[in-house]
Every structure is written in structure tokens, then in C-alpha cells.
């Protein structure tokens, strides 16, 4: 079972990126898919989940408008879209899988989810908004 995140790289404010999660050795629509970022320094935090099976997406209200996260089903991988990047959204960006395959605890289109909570980790990927 393994996970891979890809598609980070140095982009300037206002600038977009789309970073992708491929899995291998199980079926990513099976689960929960979140991801989580982590700046220098400070503590890792969950950006936006998807439930499985297609389901609802959720989010931090910090990206909420501007990153949107999608399944590929043809690809075994899902995707986040990042638009109107900002200098704090400077992170590496991790995937993880969740086999409850429901996003929680969630309230409205936000999500609260935790590092605990996941079971699977895919190594990160490094996003830099920088001009």
C-alpha cells in the first residue's frame, strides 16, 4: 500500500498549481483522501477531504473558493486544484488515506480532520508561492 503525492513546485502569488495523489496496491475510491500540508516550523494541517465513492468534499476555511480536490478514478489518484495561491499557503503537501472512508468531524463545506485519524501516508510534496 502505497501513496504518492506529486506536483508541487515554486509558483508566484496569484499563481496556481495541481497537485495529484496516486496510489498503489489498493483502490483510493475506497477511502476517505485527504490532504494536509505542513510549513517550517509549525504543526500539519488538513487542507480538504473527500469521502469515498465519489462523495462530498470538504475544506479548511482558509482554502475554501480557491483549492478545489476531485477523484480520477481512471487514474487511482485524486487531485487538488490550487488557484490564487498566497505566500501562507507555502507548505509540504501530504496525502493520506482514511479507511472509516468518510471525512469528520465536518461542519457545513468545513472539515477538522486530524493527523490521527488517517491510516495511510504518502510522502509530501513541496509548494512554494513565492515572488
Known amino acids: 500500500v502505497q501513496l504518492q503525492a506529486s506536483g508541487g513546485g515554486l509558483v508566484q502569488p496569484g499563481g496556481r498549481l495541481r497537485l495529484s495523489c496516486a496510489a498503489s496496491?489498493?483502490?483510493?475510491?475506497?477511502?476517505?483522501i485527504a490532504w494536509f500540508r505542513q510549513a517550517p516550523g509549525k504543526e500539519r494541517e488538513g487542507v480538504s477531504c473527500?469521502?469515498?465513492?465519489?462523495?462530498?468534499?470538504y475544506y479548511q476555511d482558509s482554502v475554501k473558493g480557491r483549492f478545489t480536490a476531485s477523484r480520477d478514478n481512471a487514474k487511482n489518484a485524486v487531485d487538488l486544484k490550487m488557484n490564487m495561491l498566497e505566500p501562507e499557503d507555502t507548505a509540504t503537501y501530504f496525502c493520506?488515506?482514511?479507511?472509516?472512508?468518510?471525512?469528520?468531524?465536518?461542519?457545513?463545506?468545513?472539515?477538522?480532520?486530524?493527523?490521527?485519524?488517517?491510516?495511510?501516508w504518502g510522502k509530501g510534496t513541496q509548494v512554494t508561492v513565492s515572488s
Open positions: 493520506a488515506a482514511d479507511s472509516d472512508g468518510v471525512c469528520a468531524p465536518t461542519f457545513g463545506s468545513s472539515w477538522y480532520g486530524e493527523v490521527k485519524d488517517m491510516d495511510y
Open positions: 496496491g489498493f483502490t483510493l475510491d475506497d477511502y476517505a
Open positions: 473527500i469521502n469515498r465513492r465519489g462523495g462530498t468534499t
